[in-house]
């Protein structure tokens, strides 16, 4: 009995003749520990694409980045990764910490090379763990329970230029993101971020926001 398939996997696995390998990957290549190779590969990524449900059960994809290094393997079958300001939303935070259940997918694009994740999550609030990563809001620990290799064959190989100029070094603070100083969300912003709009150079129109986007600057 399978714990990944359901008759419409079986339905189409059989209509292409690939049940063989359907089961292969369950039985020979999925696992719930991570190989050192896995691990090495994990923690040089500086991004990832976060899966979640909502509460509906409407799923849900973002992304992740940080510098090299910010998912981290805690254990043979466990990893921790920060959570950073955003839109306000909390979105994929409140999913994961409503249904639990995530997927995490780590691209290499230059070599290129993918892996693939699955577990539960929850969000950790420990000083010691927010101290170890800056401006962290919280951290977000996964309980592993599949980890395989994904075909790379239809990554298109690219390059980096340059890291997020949103990725603070230790000590420093990120700069305040051009959304913040639009004009419609001036009154929704946390009064902080209020007291910082002036210092980013003022509150912008959509249009102005739409110049900073087009430039790569927003």
């Not at 997020?164 to 993101?177: F, H, I, R, T, W």
Request: glycine residues 10%; proline residues 5%.
């Amino acid at each position: 009995m399978s714990k990944l398939y359901g008759a419409e996997h079986r339905k189409l696995q059989d209509e292409f003749d690939t049940r063989r390998l359907a089961d292969l990957m369950e039985g020979g290549v999925m696992h719930a520990e991570f190989a050192p190779h896995e691990v090495e590969f994990i923690q040089s990524r500086d991004m990832f694409f976060l899966s979640t449900l909502d509460p509906a059960g409407r799923p849900t994809v973002s992304y992740k980045g940080g510098a090299p290094g910010f998912v981290r393997v805690v254990g043979q079958s466990s990893l921790i990764f920060p959570w950073f300001d955003g839109n306000g939303m909390f979105y994929s935070a409140g999913n994961l910490a409503e249904t639990s259940k995530v997927g995490l997918l780590f691209i290499d694009f230059v070599t290129p090379n993918r892996l693939r994740v699955q577990g539960e999550a929850r969000l950790l609030r420990e000083a010691s763990l927010l101290a170890s990563y800056p401006g962290a809001l919280f951290v977000v620990g996964v309980d592993v329970e599949s980890v395989w290799v994904n075909c790379p064959r239809y990554i298109h190989p690219h390059q980096k230029i340059a890291q997020s100029k949103y990725v603070a070094a230790e000590g420093d603070e990120a700069p305040l993101p051009g959304w913040k100083r639009i004009d419609i969300v001036q009154d929704a912003l946390s009064s902080l971020d209020r007291e910082r709009v002036a210092a980013a150079g003022g509150v912008i129109d959509q249009a102005a926001y739409g110049d900073l986007l087009a430039k790569g600057e927003a």
